[in-house]
């Protein structure tokens, strides 16, 4: 059984979130990643009304959509990040506050902390966001960097991130960092030094988007590979690269959407990314959590590309295989059938030659070759809960993946 599809909401929060839900549940998602802004799943309401989740809950289910996580990456980016302007178009208001840079990042935190106990009061397990950093204004090492300061600024992100994974830890949440460039975590040095970092808490893991790795060729795959037990969920978003000599990776300080930049993001499957190279890896790792279509494309109407969007996962998403495929054509397999013994196989574990108890016919079937066998196909099922990192089990086809999340009506339901 194929992973969940579902869409993050961040970029429809024009929307009300009753008439999103409509939409996605038309179109065939299984779900929502609900964003922390617009309507779409309100911190603050949570704690001070308890039917507020519940309300939400039954809106979802009313559309047959189930929610694995929510998004929190706005209010994130401020808890670690050198304040500016930018921050307050980004931030609510009580967070921003007056703007004193050290009483945004303090709110900021407080707010990351009241997200994991709505996201526990919903019945969500994973919160995905961005962490901000206190080192990535150092990118480019000039003027020379102090090296020191940056080990410094590792240290700072910890300071400030482990009493909100505290909370994380109490409520039985997760958060889920999206490495990309800004954050204190983008590629495969800084993922590796930012857990360390941390203290590899188990509350801290990673929200795997490979649009990110695209334009900074980095193999995505491998990413996934190494950092198996931190993948606690998957963004499903696409990247195409267009550098052209006079381009370049940096972006030129231009808008997406410009034809002039070196890179863009595009709908999923009309990129660079390899996503089924990342499908198999996520298979190989046991992965099977949603795949939360994170919809940009600046070059698309959003509404049929959602559409194009999710058809190309569900085209390309597959289930591991849950036999080899070459098991059919071991002698041992098919000798068996025929009611013989199996080949005695000597130390270094070659075939032994076994002395035959009677000479067969040349036309005897077992001259020409194995008779046809008839196999059991087994399917490997997918839990709905983000990933354990332990191998999918082999189950019943007709098995539905389990519900560790808010609601789960079937499609067509009420």
Same mark, same amino acid.
């Given at each position: =059984?194929?992973?969940?599809?579902?869409?993050?909401?961040?970029?429809w929060?024009?929307?009300?979130?009753?008439?999103?839900?409509?939409?996605?549940?038309a179109? #065939?998602?299984?779900?929502?990643?609900?964003?922390?802004?617009? !309507?779409?799943?309100?911190?603050d309401r949570?704690?001070?009304?308890p039917g507020?989740?519940?309300?939400?809950g039954?809106?979802?289910?009313r559309?047959?959509?189930g929610?694995?996580?929510?998004?929190?990456?706005?209010?994130?980016? $401020?808890?670690?990040?050198?304040?500016?302007?930018?921050?307050q178009?980004?931030?609510?208001?009580?967070?921003?506050?007056?703007?004193?840079?050290?009483?945004?990042r303090?709110r900021?935190?407080?707010?990351?902390?009241?997200?994991?106990r709505?996201? $526990?009061?919903? #019945?969500?397990?994973?919160? /995905?966001?961005?962490?901000g950093?206190?080192?990535w204004? =150092?990118?480019?090492? @000039?003027p020379? /960097?102090? &090296?020191?300061?940056?080990?410094?600024g590792?240290?700072e992100?910890?300071e400030?991130?482990?009493?909100?994974?505290?909370?994380?830890?109490?409520?039985?949440?997760? &958060?889920?960092?999206?490495?990309?460039?800004?954050?204190?975590?983008?590629?495969?040095?800084t993922?590796?030094?930012a857990?360390?970092?941390?203290?590899?808490?188990?509350?801290?893991?990673? /929200?795997?988007?490979?649009?990110?790795f695209?334009?900074? &060729?980095l193999d995505?795959?491998?990413?996934?590979?190494e950092?198996a037990? %931190?993948?606690y969920?998957?963004?499903?978003?696409?990247?195409?690269?267009?550098?052209? +000599?006079?381009?370049?990776? *940096?972006?030129?300080h231009?808008? @997406?959407?410009?034809?002039?930049?070196?890179?863009?993001?595009v709908?999923?499957?009309? +990129? !660079?990314?390899?996503?089924?190279a990342? @499908?198999r890896?996520? /298979?190989r790792i046991?992965y099977?959590?949603? *795949?939360?279509?994170?919809?940009?494309?600046?070059g =698309?109407?959003?509404e049929? +590309?959602?559409?194009?969007?999710?058809?190309f996962? %569900?085209?390309?998403?597959?289930?591991?295989? $849950?036999?080899?495929f070459?098991?059919? =054509?071991?002698?041992e397999?098919?000798?068996?059938?025929?009611?013989?013994?199996?080949?005695?196989?000597g130390?270094? #574990?070659?075939?032994c030659?076994?002395?035959?108890?009677?000479?067969r016919?040349?036309d005897?079937?077992?001259? @020409?070759?194995?008779?046809?066998?008839?196999?059991?196909?087994?399917?490997?099922?997918?839990?709905?809960?983000?990933?354990?990192?332990?191998?999918?089990?082999?189950s019943?086809?007709?098995?539905?993946?389990?519900?560790?999340?808010?609601?789960?009506?079937?499609?067509?339901?009420?």
């Amino acid at each position: =059984m194929a992973r969940p599809v579902t869409l993050f909401t961040g970029q429809w929060a024009d929307l009300p979130i009753a008439d999103l839900a409509a939409k996605l549940s038309a179109w #065939g998602f299984d779900g929502v990643e609900l964003a922390c802004w617009g !309507d779409h799943f309100e911190v603050d309401r949570p704690l001070a009304d308890p039917g507020y989740v519940k309300a939400r809950g039954a809106l979802l289910e009313r559309h047959g959509l189930g929610c694995w996580a929510i998004g929190a990456h706005l209010v994130g980016q $401020a808890v670690a990040d050198p304040i500016d302007a930018r921050h307050q178009a980004i931030l609510p208001p009580e967070v921003w506050g007056d703007g004193d840079p050290e009483g945004v990042r303090a709110r900021a935190a407080e707010r990351m902390k009241d997200t994991a106990r709505a996201a $526990a009061a919903l #019945g969500v397990t994973v919160v /995905n966001g961005f962490t901000g950093s206190p080192v990535w204004h =150092m990118l480019y090492s @000039f003027p020379p /960097n102090d &090296f020191e300061a940056i080990a410094r600024g590792y240290e700072e992100f910890a300071e400030r991130w482990g009493p909100i994974i505290d909370v994380f830890d109490e409520e039985g949440v997760r &958060f889920g960092l999206e490495v990309h460039p800004t954050e204190i975590a983008y590629d495969f040095v800084t993922t590796r030094k930012a857990l360390e970092a941390i203290g590899r808490r188990p509350g801290f893991g990673i /929200n795997l988007d490979p649009s990110h790795f695209a334009h900074q &060729f980095l193999d995505t795959a491998a990413f996934a590979i190494e950092f198996a037990d %931190r993948i606690y969920h998957v963004h499903v978003k696409d990247s195409r690269r267009s550098l052209d +000599g006079r381009s370049s990776i *940096l972006g030129g300080h231009l808008d @997406f959407g410009e034809p002039q930049r070196g890179w863009d993001f595009v709908s999923p499957g009309h +990129g !660079d990314v390899d996503v089924e190279a990342l @499908f198999r890896a996520l /298979n190989r790792i046991g992965y099977s959590g949603p *795949l939360s279509i994170e919809w940009e494309d600046s070059g =698309m109407d959003r509404e049929w +590309g959602a559409q194009d969007a999710l058809a190309f996962v %569900r085209r390309t998403d597959f289930a591991p295989s $849950a036999v080899a495929f070459d098991a059919a =054509m071991q002698r041992e397999t098919w000798s068996a059938s025929l009611g013989l013994p199996p080949r005695r196989r000597g130390v270094t #574990g070659a075939p032994c030659a076994e002395p035959s108890p009677e000479a067969r016919p040349l036309d005897d079937p077992l001259v @020409f070759g194995a008779l046809p066998l008839h196999g059991r196909h087994r399917e490997a099922t997918h839990t709905s809960r983000l990933s354990s990192g332990e191998p999918l089990p082999a189950s019943n086809p007709s098995s539905a993946p389990s519900t560790s999340r808010t609601t789960a009506a079937a499609p067509g339901g009420p």
